[in-house]
């Protein structure tokens, strides 16, 4: 399954300043973009620091991205290294520096929605610093899981609850691990949060129970009630992203080759797996939501374009509200309006399909292909994104 957040994603720094504002304890430090700033804050915190590199991927401890300083010069030397380093395609442009942490053991911890069940789902394990799934497939046994009504919430004998079913009654920080779960919980549900993730959970030689990575996902929706100005300053990161956003519209971009246009977040999220199952590389997840008209569409298929790597776009359209001879003359609009480079496969379906697809077909050449299913629609799609890779110059 391709996962895909339309949500705001936080920095790691931000991350925990969002948990710390809800009472979870975190270690201090300070968020710094030249080596001089880093020093400085070194400095205050005291040696030996970590000095974090602040991008939206994992892998930043792999890469070189995470590193420990002793003193001022370790601390210019490690600031310069990761500083303009590219991980996975996104450069760091700050870096986190924090009171390097005695760490006697790591946890694992995160709540997220579990729609399957209409309730939250908290994971917590004695097994941190790992991949969570990788420890949820090997053992099983070693992830307490914990469904949370959304009316009712977590109480603390919840909370104890889970700590034992972790296997972590009997530690001496139970307690501390118990009072952090529910102020996490707080964070999660009060904070309007679509996960929280902390990987790992320490506990300190001292005995301390701290936060020492966060990985927090706002609500959209949601900004209304908060102030969240600075986060959402942070996220003009991806071009394609601030192009999509200006517009309106949902897009998270990803490193595939089909673009994919759809209505409906369900909708968009299910053909991303289908072009995966067929074998092709999903471009980007794009919702328009329940409007399909040409200024609309005009807009998604101006954003999806625009990115280099797309060699076909895959428009995936159920009508409802919108008829589907609105959203095939929308398509139409926008093939007249803009300069599409690549190959246009549709599938509509829903409301007068019958009609939508009758006008496609009328317009059909080889940059405008219809299909009548999802599947077919998506095999069109990742072959001539293929072929269209095979022909391109080098």
């Known amino acids: 399954m391709v996962v895909v957040s339309t949500g705001m994603d936080l920095y790691e720094y931000q991350g925990k300043q969002f948990l710390a504002s809800f009472g ?35 892998g930043r401890g792999k890469a070189g991205g995470i590193r420990l300083a002793g003193d001022a010069v370790e601390a210019r030397t490690v600031a310069e290294a990761i500083l303009g380093m590219d991980i996975s395609g996104h450069v760091v442009e700050q870096v986190w520096v924090e009171r390097a ?44 899981r914990l469904h949370v009504d959304p009316v009712n919430g977590l109480s603390g004998e919840q909370c104890r609850a889970w700590v034992a079913a972790a296997g972590l009654a009997d530690d001496p920080e ?74 309106g519209l949902q897009y998270v971009g990803l490193d595939g080759t089909v673009g994919i246009i759809a209505n409906g977040a369900g909708l968009a999220m299910s053909t991303l797996d289908v072009v995966s199952q067929v074998g092709g590389s999903p471009a980007n997840f794009l919702d328009i939501g329940g409007g399909a008209k040409a200024e609309v569409m005009a807009a998604a298929l101006e954003v999806v374009n625009a990115d280099p790597k797309v060699a076909a776009i895959l428009v995936n359209i159920f009508g409802g509200i919108t008829r589907g001879e609105e959203v095939a003359n929308g398509i ?41 299913t999802m599947i077919e629609a998506a095999r069109t799609a990742v072959e001539l994104a293929a072929a269209e890779n095979t022909t391109a110059p080098s």
């Open 24 to 58: 979870v304890p975190v270690p201090a430090g300070e968020v710094a973009s030249i080596a001089a700033d880093v020093v400085a804050a070194a400095e205050r915190l005291g040696f030996p620091v970590a000095v974090k590199a602040q991008v939206r991927v994992g």
């Open 101 to 144: 942490s005695e760490i006697a053991a790591e946890r694992y911890v995160s709540f997220t929605l579990d729609r399957s069940a209409r309730a939250h789902l908290g994971l917590l394990s004695a097994r941190g610093g790992v991949d969570i799934e990788t420890v949820a497939a090997e053992t099983p046994e070693a992830v307490a």
């Open 174 to 247: 139970a307690e501390a691990m118990t009072e952090l779960l529910g102020h996490l919980w707080v964070a999660y549900a009060e904070g309007d949060a679509e996960m929280v993730e902390v990987n790992p959970l320490v506990v300190t030689t001292a005995g301390e129970v701290l936060a020492l990575d966060a990985k927090v996902t706002l609500d959209d929706s949601a900004a209304f009630r908060h102030d969240w100005d600075d986060y959402a300053a942070s996220q003009a990161g991806d071009e394609r992203e601030q192009a999509a956003r200006a517009r």
């Open 332 to 372: 139409v609009d926008a093939l007249e309006r803009l300069d599409i480079e690549s190959a246009i496969v549709v599938r509509l379906d829903g409301t007068n399909a019958a009609e939508g697809r009758a006008i496609l077909k009328s317009h059909e050449s080889a940059r405008l292909r219809s299909c009548p």
